[in-house]
């Protein structure tokens, strides 16, 4: 049985009590819990401009084995680890309504500190071998919508001229500073939910039928339509400025009861409440990493 498993069902035991004790709403130390496998930020860290600066002559490849050592390393900003409460709805056939409270990051995922970070897109590859390590999942489309729904605040799109240049760090950097001059003229505080500045890498049943892909959807408009509709076609390794990771706890409160969000997903009766696709098939092969990702070879990128 995989680690992510066993731990799962200790957590499902220990933790009705803990919700039992607290009321409906899970206490905030519960909360603080589900990002405790992202070690600390190390005290010399690089931040985000000086990331961009050591990335900047990378291949794709090493880019890649930078992102995934950063980022297991712990080197992301403190208010991504304070985790926002998102709720999702399905009425079922019987006219019941089932109400899952999901957990996510408040932004996508970035390279930093507070005062100085890079949001950081990255393929599939990387982005499940984080989720495998750290406790998280890929959000649904449905997850998306419904992050975008509940946001505080609602960034306006702001796309970059297409071509190669796209997946270049100089255009990651770029990107990440037009949104961070949203931010300051809008006034947005860090750490309140947030949606509109990147697109989602999302799961998908498309997934299992092709392989090797990588699927993107969202950048909602101000008014809510996506400029992405679901999409699976680049390749499980492509990544531009435009896609973000947003990382969702793997543990979910399902009326009132705390719940894997795995194995919400693979059940044909719950799933609908955070899939508007049903039951996500092969699941666990869609969000882990090939057996040929070596996650070890991070730590040794560039003799940093």
Same mark, same amino acid.
């Given at each position: ?128 071998? &984080?989720?495998?390590? #750290?406790?998280?999942? $890929?959000?649904? =489309?449905?997850?998306? %919508?419904?992050?975008?729904?509940? @946001? ?108 894997? &969000?795995?194995?919400? #997903?693979?059940?044909? $009766?719950?799933? =609908?409440?955070?899939? %508007?696709?049903?039951?996500?098939? @092969? ?22």
């Amino acid at each position: 049985m995989p680690h992510k498993v066993i731990k799962l069902l200790f957590l499902s035991v220990l933790w009705p009590h803990c919700l039992a004790a607290n009321g409906p709403t899970i206490a905030t130390r519960e909360v603080a819990a589900l990002t405790e496998r992202i070690p600390p930020r190390p005290r010399q860290a690089l931040t985000g401009s000086q990331f961009a600066e050591y990335i900047s002559k990378m291949d794709p490849q090493q880019r890649e084995q930078a992102i995934l050592s950063e980022i297991l390393e712990g080197n992301l900003p403190s208010f991504l680890r304070k985790l926002i409460p998102v709720e999702l709805k399905h009425v079922l056939t019987n006219g019941k309504t089932l109400t899952a409270t999901i957990f996510v990051m408040p932004d996508y995922l970035a390279i930093g500190s507070d005062k100085d970070f890079l949001r950081i897109p990255m393929n599939l590859y990387t982005a499940t071998a &984080i989720v495998a390590r #750290l406790g998280f999942v $890929l959000p649904t =489309k449905k997850i998306v %919508d419904a992050i975008y729904d509940q @946001s505080s605040y609602h960034f306006k799109p702001q796309p970059m001229p297409p071509g190669p240049q796209m997946r270049s760090t100089e255009y990651y950097r770029i990107h990440n500073g037009m949104i961070e001059e949203q931010s300051r003229a809008r006034g947005i505080p860090f750490g309140e939910l947030v949606s509109g500045d990147k697109k989602d890498v999302v799961i998908t049943n498309l997934l299992a039928s092709k392989p090797g892909r990588i699927a993107i959807y969202g950048w909602h408009r101000c008014k809510g339509a996506p400029i992405q509709p679901l999409s699976t076609v680049h390749g499980a390794r492509y990544a531009d400025y435009s896609h973000g990771i947003r990382l969702v706890s793997e543990m979910a409160i399902l009326n009132g009861k705390l719940r894997s &969000i795995y194995g919400i #997903l693979q059940d044909p $009766l719950l799933a =609908k409440v955070l899939s %508007d696709e049903g039951p996500i098939r @092969s699941l666990w092969q869609i969000t882990a990493p090939p057996s040929s990702f070596d996650t070890s070879l991070a730590t040794s990128i560039a003799g940093r």
